[in-house]
């Protein structure tokens, strides 16, 4: 039926405004790009004096923990700011694998550190990353608490490693390296379990065509 001239016209939905991604130079990102480059400056450090100079060392410890702390705050104001921008979903995971990398290399080729740890570490972060991207395609696998309890223990241990430290100390340094490592391995397992099952739902959702 055709519509007098004083009819309403018909109203069309009108689509929810996307708000606008905040811009990659906010706070949040600037941290972690200045995380960046305190990777170069740590390493620096870490050599410097023939790599077993406590002054030195502890310079190195100095930057390896405000790098830390950056990672805490930067996540945290970009969460709580809106400030979340696909340049620090990227950047920022980059520069934690390349700070924690950067530490556990040097520590073992300076002979501090065993090549074992340094491999089994480096080799669960590479997987998990390898994992995300196995899955993103059905889901996110979103960071579990104990991932965050895992960085934690991984930071302090390569901290205390990075201080020249004897006696109680290094006894105590080898036990948090080696909660560590447990944690590693744990919370990689438990990844992996949560890829395989996102995934096995993921196809099962496709091929009911949802």
Known sequence: MTKGPGAPAATRPTPAAVPPQPGVWNIANVLTMFRLLLVPVFAALLFAGGGHDPKWRALAWAAFAIAMITDVFDGALARRKGLVTDFGRIADPIADKAIMGTGLIGLSLLGDLPWWITAVILA???????????????????????????????????????????????????????????????????????????????????????
């Open 124 to 210: 669960r972060e590479l997987g998990i990353t390898l994992m995300r991207f196995w899955v993103i395609r059905y889901a996110v696998i979103p960071a579990s608490r104990g991932g965050k309890v895992k960085t934690l223990a991984q930071g302090t241990a390569v901290g205390m490693y990075v201080l020249v430290l004897t006696g109680p100390l290094a006894t105590a340094r080898a036990v948090v390296m080696g909660v560590a490592v447990f944690l590693t391995l744990a919370t990689g397992l438990d990844y992996v379990l949560q890829a395989v099952r996102l995934r096995r739902e993921g196809i099962a959702r496709e091929r009911r065509g949802e």
